[in-house]
């Protein structure tokens, strides 16, 4: 018989090394300690950040996602994200209706310098790459089978935009990039290939 991994807890392992309560407070709270809410903001993030030559990285709770989650102050009160709780304590309250992009597509990254405002459609913008079902390993990109050529499309305002229908992989790529380089305004990528290239 295993017992929950909290010291001093004598009770059987639910899930991920914790009984059945400290289980439900990591998840709702991001932290299985209930006396860790009542320190500030800052002196309950600070140690659960691991800081890297490149990335800064949440150790603590995540979501199913990879991103970072800290308990809300008092009590009751909801889990925040790890990064927007950096972005604030670097930079001031996030503006209403604002997201915060990662510029490094990390979602347990919690550099200051690696996040930014944005709005919905300017984050969407900043993909890293092809959804994980993409049968062509391109973003924007998949075999039309009736067509028997690559399709081209981009996601923009809420709409599919058919760019066309190409025979190489090659071209349907080069297509959907310059369409992006031309609607979008944060598809850091693609602007970093173009620089490349």
Same mark, same amino acid.
């Given at each position: 018989?295993?017992?929950c991994a909290v010291e001093g807890c004598d009770d059987r392992i639910m899930a991920k090394g914790?009984?059945?309560?400290?289980?439900? #407070? %990591? !998840?709702?709270?991001?932290? =299985?300690?209930?006396?860790?809410?009542?320190?500030?903001?800052?002196? #309950?993030?600070?140690?659960?950040?691991?800081?890297?030559?490149?990335?800064?990285?949440? =150790?603590?709770?995540?979501?199913?996602?990879?991103?970072?989650?800290?308990?809300?102050?008092?009590?009751?009160?909801?889990? /925040?994200?790890?990064?927007?709780?950096?972005?604030?304590?670097?930079?001031?309250?996030?503006?209403?209706?604002?997201? !915060?992009?990662? !510029?490094?597509?990390?979602?347990?990254?919690?550099?200051?310098?690696?996040?930014?405002?944005?709005?919905?459609?300017? %984050?969407?913008?900043?993909?890293?790459?092809?959804?994980?079902?993409? =049968?062509?390993?391109?973003?924007?990109?998949?075999?039309?089978?009736?067509?028997?050529?690559?399709?081209?499309?981009?996601?923009?305002? /809420?709409?599919?935009?058919? !760019?066309?229908?190409?025979?190489?992989?090659?071209?349907?790529?080069?297509?959907?990039?310059?369409?992006?380089?031309?609607?979008? =305004?944060?598809?850091?990528?693609?602007?970093?290939?173009?620089?490349?290239?």
């Amino acid at each position: 018989m295993q017992f929950c991994a909290v010291e001093g807890c004598d009770d059987r392992i639910m899930a991920k090394g914790l009984c059945v309560k400290h289980y439900t #407070r %990591n !998840i709702r709270y991001g932290t =299985t300690d209930l006396l860790d809410r009542r320190r500030s903001i800052s002196e #309950r993030f600070w140690p659960k950040v691991e800081k890297t030559e490149g990335c800064w990285n949440w =150790t603590g709770s995540k979501d199913r996602h990879g991103y970072g989650r800290l308990a809300g102050e008092g009590k009751g009160a909801s889990p /925040k994200r790890s990064h927007r709780v950096s972005f604030e304590l670097a930079n001031g309250p996030i503006p209403n209706g604002m997201d !915060i992009d990662h !510029i490094c597509h990390n979602p347990a990254c919690v550099k200051p310098d690696h996040l930014r405002a944005a709005t919905r459609k300017e %984050n969407m913008e900043n993909r890293s790459g092809p959804q994980r079902n993409s =049968t062509s390993g391109v973003l924007g990109v998949t075999w039309a089978k009736k067509a028997n050529a690559w399709k081209a499309q981009v996601a923009h305002n /809420k709409k599919n935009l058919h !760019i066309g229908y190409y025979s190489t992989l090659e071209e349907a790529e080069s297509a959907v990039i310059a369409k992006r380089l031309e609607l979008f =305004t944060h598809n850091d990528r693609d602007r970093q290939q173009q620089r490349a290239a």
